[in-house]
């Protein structure tokens, strides 16, 4: 039996009508944010909005690349709310053999507004399923989502339990407890098996809280030029893939955030640190998650929140770490810690379920 040709179409707030993803990011160095952005908007407003322009750019290239050994992937496409209606024509045209996945992503759904339920209750109609990896919590702070529910196939959240919101899921509806995980794609930046013996702090939008800038400063008198700090909230996409000259990432995320289950995830970049060779230190978080089974395997470096002592000693360890332990890191975090892995994995096991379904 041939795989399901699957064609996943990624709604993008920053992208216009359905293209393909690949003509979709060559377009990008380009393109002006004025559309996007207040006639007010400062330079800070501006630099910020092409980090998140970009960062979901990334994203969708990683659905441009899903791969999945029982699919078949069509060429990926994406659309912004101005396209949704040429998207909704172009689905009722949908070839029987092909698989349609409309896929979102963190609080998107929002973009929409009012007409969020009548497109998923029309596209379900017409065959298209319905993925959303939220990343967040989003069944408690996402004000639409028991609209979008009873319309899900694929849910990939970052909170357990769920919120009383999930009790309106579909049956059949796959969810998926997965919290962060890198938006690269797999392998993409080559292994460097020769790092600068230095680490680098990875800032974000937090900025230099007192708690951070009380490591920052010990890690400074402690590892001197071998210390490397990026206060910026994020480093550019085009900048990114240059990490792998660092052996270590120092990425002391999490407790600041105001949700729970943010507060356990520290974000994604402890995730993209490994899939570009660097080993990441992560301070532990309040409930701990998945980072501590990631630690607990040697993909991750962990020290107590505050205790400048121990995280000392895991960024030593990070720097001690052989070209064969850094290795391995980098091929597990490449292969199972990325967006386009997880989304594929759970799309695959959807087809498959229904598959089972209709033989028994």
């Not at 030029?225 to 206060?231: E, G, K, N, Q």
Request: with cysteine.
């Amino acid at each position: 039996m041939s795989a399901p040709r699957c064609r996943l179409t990624f709604f993008n707030p920053w992208a216009a009508r359905p293209e393909e993803i690949s003509a979709y990011l060559a377009g990008l160095p380009g393109e002006s944010l004025d559309a996007h952005l207040p006639r007010s908007a400062d330079l800070r407003l501006r630099a910020m909005a092409r980090l998140d322009r970009d960062w979901y750019g990334e994203c969708a290239r990683c659905f441009a690349a899903a791969e999945h050994r029982e699919l078949a992937f069509l060429p990926a496409l994406t659309v912004g709310p101005a396209g949704l209606a040429e998207f909704i024509a172009a689905a009722q045209r949908r070839p029987a053999s092909e698989e349609w996945w409309l896929v979102f992503m963190a609080h998107h759904p929002q973009k929409i507004g009012a007409p969020l339920v009548p497109l998923c209750t029309f596209l379900r109609k017409h065959g298209v399923r319905i993925a959303y990896y939220a990343f967040d919590e989003a069944s408690r702070e996402m004000p639409c989502f028991a609209d979008l529910a009873p319309h899900l196939d694929v849910l990939i959240h970052d909170e357990s339990p769920l919120g009383p919101a999930a009790a309106a899921l579909r049956p059949g509806c796959l969810a998926l407890h997965r919290s962060w995980v890198a938006n690269v794609v797999p392998f993409a930046a080559p292994f460097n098996p020769e790092p600068e013996e230095k680490i680098i702090f990875l800032g974000s939008e937090l900025g230099l809280t007192p708690h951070r800038r009380r490591q920052i400063d010990h890690l400074r008198s402690v590892f001197k030029d071998r210390f490397v700090v990026w206060h910026d909230h994020s480093v550019s996409v085009a900048e990114r893939a240059g990490l792998g000259r660092y052996a270590v990432g120092f990425c002391p995320e999490g407790r600041k955030f105001s949700t729970p289950a943010m507060a356990r995830s520290h974000t994604d970049r402890p995730f993209w640190s490994g899939c570009l060779g660097l080993v990441p230190v992560s301070e532990d978080s309040t409930a701990g998650g998945r980072l501590d089974e990631l630690a607990d395997a040697g993909l991750l470096m962990r020290y107590p929140h505050g205790d400048l002592a121990a995280l000392t000693a895991a960024c030593e360890q990070a720097l001690a770490a052989t070209a064969e332990q850094r290795r391995r890191i980098y091929d597990h975090y490449n292969r199972r810690e990325t967006v386009g892995v997880v989304l594929a994995e759970q799309l695959a096991r959807h087809v498959a379920g229904r598959v089972e379904r209709a033989a028994a």
